[in-house]
C-alpha cells in the first residue's frame, strides 16, 4: 500500500476507507484511496513537480500521476443528502478528517491511515468491528440516504464472512418495507454487478430471502430451484464475467427499473422468448439455442429445464456441419433453396453422429439431392 513519497509536511495526507480494511484484512485492495485533510487540488499544486491529470473542483478531488501510476487524492468534505436515495451534495471542502469519515458507509470503511507516519485512525469503533467481523452502519438514516449501502453491505459479507450487527439489520428490514423507488438505478446497478460478479449463491439466497430483490422491483421473487454458482462455475468459460450478474438477475421477473445495455436486454429477452419451450430431441434442442448467447441457455436451465440446457451445452453447442454451398455447387447441383434443406438434413444426421467426417458429410449431401 505504500506508494506515496510526497511532500507532506503537515501529515494531512490519509489512505482512506477499503484501503485500510483491506491491508488489515491481508485481502486484496481494488482501489487506492486517498483523502487530504484540507484542500486536496491545492495540496496537490503546490508540489514541485508533481503531474497533475485531472481536477475536479466541486467534490475537491484531484487525478495525478505517481510512480507511473494515476492515483486520485479527495479533499476532506462535508455532505448533505437533499434528495434521499441519489448523490449528496457537497456542503464544505477542507471539512476535519472526523467530518469526512462520519458520511462514510459503515465503521470498516470509516478507517483512515497516515501515509508517512502509518498511524490508524479509527473515530468509529471500525477496528473492533473487523476483528468482530461485523458490519455496521455510522448512522439511522444511512440506508434511507443511500438504499444502495444494502446491497454493498450484502457484498462485503460475502467477500469478507462478515454479518450485520441485529440494529443495522433491524434497519435495512425497514427500509425494505417501504422502499422509495425514486433512486439512483445507474448507482444500484453497480452495486448489482459487483456483488453478483462474485458468484455467490450464499449473496443470491440472502437477496431473495431478505428481500433485497425490492430494492429492484416491488413483485415477489422466489429462490431458483438449482444451485445457480455450481451452474455457473461449470459453464464458466462460455460466458462472459462481466455478465454473471444478469444470470442471478435474470430470475427476477421485472428488471424494467435497471437501464440495460443492448446486450444485456437482448439476453433478458431471448430467455423471454423461449421460456415456454419444451425441445422434445436434439435437433429442436439445438435449434432452440444455436443463435442465443450462452447466459440466456444458462437462465432457461435455471428457470425452466436444467437437463435440456446441459444437453445443448456440454454435449451439442459445438456439433456443425462443415460442408457449405460450394462443395454442394461442386457436386454439380446449382444454388437453390434446397441447399438450406440439405444443411438442415445434414445437420440431424450429425446430432446422430457428431464423428461424421467433411467427407460423409459430403455423401450425405448427395444422396440427399438424388432423392430430389
Not at 462460455?238 to 428488471?255: A, K, Q, R, S, V
Request: proline residues 3%; contains cysteine; aromatic residues 10%.
Amino acid at each position: 500500500m505504500e506508494i506515496l513519497n510526497l511532500n507532506d509536511k503537515d501529515n494531512k495526507l490519509f489512505y482512506i476507507g477499503g484501503v485500510v480494511r483491506d491491508e488489515i484484512l491481508n485481502a486484496e485492495s481494488f482501489d487506492v484511496d486517498l483523502t487530504y485533510e484540507g484542500n486536496a487540488i491545492e495540496f496537490a499544486k503546490n508540489i514541485k513537480g508533481l503531474k497533475i491529470l485531472k481536477v475536479n473542483e466541486p467534490f475537491g478531488t484531484v487525478r495525478v500521476l505517481i510512480k507511473n501510476k494515476e492515483v486520485d487524492i479527495a479533499s476532506t468534505r462535508a455532505e448533505k443528502y437533499e434528495r434521499a436515495g441519489h448523490l449528496p451534495t457537497v456542503t464544505k471542502i477542507g471539512c476535519s478528517l472526523k467530518e469526512d469519515v462520519l458520511r462514510r458507509d459503515f465503521t470498516i470503511n470509516a478507517l483512515a491511515k497516515n501515509v508517512h507516519t502509518g498511524e490508524i485512525i479509527d473515530f468509529t469503533g471500525g477496528l473492533s468491528d473487523i476483528k468482530n467481523k461485523t458490519i455496521k452502519v455510522l448512522h439511522d438514516n444511512s440506508f434511507i440516504d443511500d438504499p444502495t449501502r444494502i446491497l454493498r453491505a450484502l457484498k462485503f459479507a460475502v467477500r469478507f464472512n462478515f454479518k450485520l450487527d441485529e440494529h443495522t439489520k433491524l434497519l435495512r428490514d425497514n427500509y425494505l418495507k417501504n422502499i422509495n423507488y425514486d433512486m439512483s438505478f445507474k448507482r444500484l446497478k453497480k452495486e448489482l454487478i459487483e456483488t453478483f460478479n462474485l458468484n455467490s449463491q450464499i449473496a443470491y439466497e440472502e437477496f431473495i430471502n431478505a428481500e433485497i430483490y425490492k430494492l429492484v422491483t416491488p413483485k415477489e421473487a422466489s429462490l431458483a430451484k438449482i444451485n445457480i454458482e455450481n451452474f455457473i462455475d461449470k459453464y464458466k468459460k462460455l460466458i462472459n464475467p462481466d455478465n454473471i450478474w444478469l444470470i442471478y438477475l435474470g430470475t427476477i421477473e421485472d428488471l424494467s427499473n435497471l437501464e440495460l445495455t443492448k446486450e444485456e436486454q437482448k439476453i433478458i429477452n431471448d430467455y423471454n422468448t423461449i421460456k415456454n419451450s419444451q425441445p422434445k430431441n436434439d435437433y429442436e434442442i439445438y435449434k432452440l439455442f444455436e443463435s442465443l448467447k450462452p447466459e440466456s441457455v444458462l437462465l432457461y436451465g435455471i428457470m425452466v429445464n436444467v437437463e435440456i440446457a446441459e444437453r445443448y451445452l456440454s454435449k451439442l453447442k459445438n456439433i456443425n456441419v462443415n460442408i457449405t454451398g460450394k462443395d454442394i455447387k461442386g457436386l454439380g447441383i446449382p444454388p437453390s433453396s434446397k441447399y438450406n434443406n440439405c444443411f438442415e438434413y445434414i445437420l440431424k444426421e450429425k446430432l446422430k453422429n457428431p464423428k461424421l467426417s467433411y467427407k460423409e458429410e459430403l455423401a450425405l449431401a448427395k444422396k440427399f439431392f438424388e432423392k430430389e
